[in-house]
T-cell receptor, first 114, second 113 residues
Framework: GDSVTQMEGPVTLSEEAFLTINCTYT??????LFWYVQYPGEGLQLLLK?????DKGSNKGFEATYRKETTSFHLEKGSVQVSDSAVYFC?????????????FGKGTKLTVNP | NAGVTQTPKFQVLKTGQSMTLQCAQD?????MYWYRQDPGMGLRLIYY???????DKGEVPNGYNVSRLNKREFSLRLESAAPSQTSVYFC????????????FGPGTRLTVL
């Protein structure tokens, strides 16, 4: 079945450092790809998404490009802030059965130190 | 506009007890979902409901039942709780169709002793 593999954490960075969190996927068909973020004590919220190959999703300084040839959707940010400390989940959409279901990676915990 | 709400926020059960987790959304979404989150496992889908009156199993449905009471509400029931069901449970909702964002509730932290 469909699956998502993302870089295991935890990841610890200093403020203003460059961030990359790797995500690769296995899917039949052409899924949409998502990054969700979970701040401490909260539910998940959508960070960005891309619906077809070569699309770039972006939000709050984060970016990810849908690479069909490498089946990847790596998350990047040029300069992280303390407020970016959270758990990040890569996910793909599975439309089999007529209803969209998300398949999540295991999550990557990011801690940004001042 | 409260989004997705869940009750309770925390619950402790003894093995064999039953309980129902409640979820409601006020965004007029057609689809609703229940996930569990365990350390190192990410989120796994328990059950989902594509529309009012329909429910389907997800990846880990054993030990759970669901009810889509109406368009707003989707409850998750544990009939006989087991320690393996200790987890954080999230409800989510979305418009139906393709590639729509899922909106998540704040979660219920359940401990089964």
């Amino acid at each position: 079945g469909d699956s998502v593999t993302q870089m295991e954490g935890p990841v610890t960075l200093s403020e203003e450092a460059f961030l990359t969190i790797n995500c690769t996927y296995t899917a039949t068909g052409y899924p949409s790809l998502f990054w969700y973020v979970q701040y401490p004590g909260e539910g998940l919220q959508l960070l960005l998404k891309a619906t077809k190959a070569d699309d770039k999703g972006s939000n709050k300084g984060f970016e990810a490009t849908y690479r069909k040839e490498t089946t990847s959707f790596h998350l990047e940010k040029g300069s992280v802030q303390v407020s970016d400390s959270a758990v990040y989940f890569c996910a793909l959409s599975d439309l089999r059965g007529g209803s969209e279901k998300l398949v999540f990676g295991k999550g990557t915990k990011l801690t940004v130190n001042p | 506009n409260a989004g997705v709400t869940q009750t309770p926020k925390f619950q402790v059960l003894k093995t064999g007890q039953s309980m129902t987790l409640q979820c409601a959304q006020d965004m007029n979404h057609n689809s609703m979902y229940w996930y569990r989150q365990d350390p190192g496992m990410g989120l796994r889908l328990i059950y989902y409901s594509a529309s009012e009156g329909t429910t389907d199993k997800g990846e880990v449905p054993n030990g759970y039942n669901v009810s889509r009471l109406n368009k707003r509400e989707f409850s998750l029931r544990l009939e006989s709780a087991a320690p393996s069901q200790t987890s954080v449970y999230f409800c989510a909702s979305s418009w139906d169709g393709s590639y729509n964002e899922q909106f998540f509730g704040p979660g219920t932290r359940l401990t089964v002793l």
